[in-house]
């Protein structure tokens, strides 16, 4: 299992870097942000036309050459085609034919924090683009029927253009059967009531949203995803046990709160740059300076961005397949450390923060003594300067 989550994460982030077909506007990969609904914390979006399969194969084929004979991997094309000979067609037959260019996946993590277990799977909701709902339908069906009794197993609902799969035993269930939805544009395959049955504003209409992917820096991306941090970081407050006194811990509540309301959300974009450059682009609407503030730090003490040295490369290997160059990393080393220090001191209970600081301290002089022991250098001045 492992190896295959490890594969699947190599052909994702590799497969931007790999490029028969240009990248796409953000706005046309990001497009199903209009199914899900407009509170939705984490949405991710990818290529799913032919020019990206192409690419993907592309990276499979470079991993193959690094792997012994007996540990290749298939092509997505390959596995396609095996899939689709098992149904009685080829992949363009069977499944592009009405597949379209992007799939998405959004998920609602108030499923997976609520005490009912039974629930979990519905946290993750997955649209895909698609030409033809009607081959797309008969496609799903199959593909149940293949695995279960369908008409013992699923509901058909029509309505106004859409076609529904209900199980036909409702309420939350362990054995994870899902609801699927098809419109003329899209399935929907998951948590498909709420969409149903909620027709508030969708997640394209949040403004946060908007904001955060219209700021990533190129226009054209393989993959995107969004985090909105700052309601990740509002369920995190909620989950968080009863801690008794909360007039003791007034303080600590009030600054992870004022934490919260500044950092924003997060956007990822994947693409090439000048058709060789894998580039992964990450923007941040958090307010740096109103964190700081509530932590108690200077803001001309935190560390900004600054460009890397590039001249650095001449002291790497020709053929080292990946590198990370990172610029001042003392003054985010110190930048960290401050924060530790300070996230500490806003413990309610003043006497175990400051022994929970000084044990800080002694193991922070330990991994010091340490490698000083082991190499002669100190750490921050003769390693991270």
Do not use: C
């Not at 504003?201 to 190129?218: G, V």
């Amino acid at each position: 299992m492992k190896k295959v989550v490890l594969v699947l994460a190599l052909l994702l982030v590799l497969g931007a870097a790999v490029i028969p077909a240009a990248a796409v506007p953000t706005a046309d990969l990001t497009a199903l942000a209009s199914v899900f609904p407009a509170n939705t914390p984490i949405f991710a979006a990818l290529r799913t036309d032919d020019g990206y399969i192409e690419t993907l194969d592309g990276v499979i084929a470079r991993i193959n050459r690094a792997l012994p004979a007996s540990g290749q991997i298939d092509s997505l094309r390959s596995t396609f085609e095996m899939g689709a000979r098992m149904m009685g067609g080829s992949f363009d037959s069977v499944i592009r034919s009405w597949l379209g260019d992007t799939a998405a996946l959004g998920v609602d993590i108030s499923y997976l924090i609520d005490d009912d277990e039974r629930n979990d799977y519905l946290a993750a909701t997955l649209a895909i683009a698609v030409t033809d709902s009607a081959a797309a339908a008969e496609f799903v069906r199959g593909l149940l029927s293949s695995q279960m009794d369908f008409d013992r197993e699923y509901n058909i609902e029509r309505f106004d253009g859409v076609t529904i799969f209900n199980p036909t035993h409702d309420g939350p269930r362990l054995d994870g059967m899902i609801e699927f939805m098809f419109t003329q544009d899209y399935v929907v395959m998951g948590n498909v009531k709420p969409l149903v049955m909620n027709r508030t504003a969708r997640l394209n209409t949040n403004a946060a949203f908007n904001d955060t992917m219209s700021a990533l820096p190129l226009g054209d991306y393989n993959i995107a995803l969004y985090i909105d941090v700052q309601a990740l970081f509002d369920v995190q407050l909620t989950m968080m046990p009863d801690m008794g006194d909360t007039a003791e811990l007034g303080g600590t509540i009030e600054a992870l709160t004022g934490i919260g309301s500044n950092l924003g959300s997060v956007g990822v974009g994947f693409t090439v740059v000048d058709g060789r450059s894998l580039t992964i682009d990450i923007v941040s609407t958090a307010d740096p300076e109103a964190i700081a503030g509530t932590l108690g730090l200077d803001m001309d003490s935190l560390v900004m961005a600054q460009p890397v040295d590039l001249a650095f490369a001449r002291f790497i290997p020709a053929g080292t397949p990946i590198i990370t160059l990172a610029s001042n990393l003392a003054g985010a080393y110190n930048t960290a450390l401050a924060g530790m220090r300070n996230g500490m001191l806003l413990s309610g209970d003043a006497e175990a923060a400051q022994e929970a600081l000084a044990e800080f301290e002694s193991s922070l002089a330990g991994v010091e003594f340490l490698i000083r022991g082991l190499t002669g250098l100190d750490l921050e001045d003769d390693i991270l300067s």
